[in-house]
């Protein structure tokens, strides 16, 4: 490249300004909370997405999963994020949100779908004993499997599920959110 | 599920993160300081019209500034004055205006330029496409892109006094 051409690629604009979009299909935004960094995602209204997986990752799948038109948006995750912060502050036990597991399998639907009405606030349920509810005694791995991969954290509510012996096995966010989640709701 | 599984596009997100200032300052360059902005703001609404629509997830820059350039030209055309013959003068009225940008001696002598030297040269540098890419944009083929860069640098060259690296 010459003298010219570099001068013509050197062209810098001052104060550019970023496109607005309406609504996408996939709203998102990153939410801070006590218990780490959350992702949260909107599509027609219901909730797709409350994960501590990262964005990269996250939109990837939603795009593949819902539609490519996702964008990051804060504003239609208001009601979300405001429902979310009242419970992290001990001041909601039940969530009011429509959810879409669009992002789970078809196991972790059965599993996922009705584990409010498993599940209630202040209270453990273990792994086996879900799988129990569930109809399938001897999935109790399998179960928490697919807790594991859950893509609507908090909002159902898979920190509620832990080992028989009382240990709290694992979750997405760390052991350390899953610990506060749970002295939340007892205290609560 | 997936909605098609040929092709994997990003999320739209993706692309405005990685692209949005490449398409806000070709559209500044093509279309002035003034302008420039309404033709990036409309580039981007065309293309997330387009994108649930799209089949290949190939060269999503180049496509975005393909959007942008055509926004310029449309707009460019929507502004010229009706004229009973396309008598449109050589000079583009409605180029940055070369006094507000850095180097203004160089754009100014860009503005100069026949409008399609004008829109090729800024495709291939300040958008840093190559000549299929600026022959997409233009719709034309990568020889004639070719051509109206080269001719566009001999004029620049010309008027400004540089010569040849």
Redesign the interface.
């Known amino acids: 490249m ?4 570099s ?7 001052p104060d ?7 609504t ?3 709203a ?1 935004t990153l939410h801070d909370t006590p218990i780490g960094t959350m992702l949260l995602a909107v599509a027609n209204g219901r909730v797709v997405a409350s994960s501590f997986g990262d964005e ?1 990752t996250m ?2 799948r ?4 819902v ?6 948006q804060p504003r239609p995750l208001d009601d979300v994020r405001r429902q979310l912060d009242e419970y992290l502050a001990g001041r909601r036990h039940e969530f009011d949100l429509e959810v879409d597991l669009a992002l789970a399998t078809p196991f972790q639907r059965l599993v996922l779908t009705d584990l409010p009405t498993y599940t209630s606030y202040g209270r453990t349920t273990t792994y086996g004993e879900l799988a129990g509810e569930l109809h399938k005694p001897k999935a109790a791995r399998a179960v928490g499997t697919a807790l594991g991969g859950n893509p609507v954290c908090v909002v159902l509510p898979c920190h509620r599920v832990i080992g028989s012996s009382g240990a709290l096995t694992g979750y997405a966010g760390g052991l350390d959110a899953k610990r506060f989640l749970l002295n939340l709701e007892a205290k609560s | 599920m997936a909605p098609d599984k040929t092709v994997s596009l990003p999320p739209f997100q993706a692309l405005v993160d990685a692209h949005w200032r490449d398409v806000a300052r070709l559209a500044r360059a093509l279309a002035g300081p003034v302008d420039g902005d309404d033709v990036a703001q409309r580039a981007w609404e065309k293309a997330f019209a387009a994108y649930s629509g799209l089949t290949s997830a190939k060269n999503l820059r180049s496509w975005l500034l393909t959007i942008t350039a055509r926004c310029a030209t449309d707009l460019h055309r929507a502004r010229r004055p009706q004229r009973p013959l396309d008598e449109a003068p050589a000079v583009a009225v409605d180029g940055p205006d070369a006094a507000d940008w850095p180097d203004p001696d160089l754009w100014r002598a860009v503005n100069e330029l026949p409008e399609r030297q004008r829109f090729a040269i800024t495709l291939k540098y300040v958008g840093d496409l190559d000549h299929h890419g600026v022959a997409a944009a233009l719709d034309t083929t990568p020889a004639a892109s070719r051509r109206l860069v080269s001719d566009a640098l001999a004029t620049l060259r010309t008027k400004l006094g540089v010569h040849h690296g």
């Not at chain 1, 010459?2 to 051409?5: K, Q, S």
């Not at chain 1, 001068?7 to 604009?13: E, F, I, K, N």
């Not at chain 1, 539609?67 to 990051?72: F, G, P, Q, W």
């Open positions: 010459d003298d010219l051409e001068r013509l690629s050197r062209l810098t604009a550019l300004k970023p496109p607005v979009f309406p996408a299909d996939v998102y990269e939109t990837n939603l795009a593949r999963a539609s490519t038109r996702v964008l990051r």
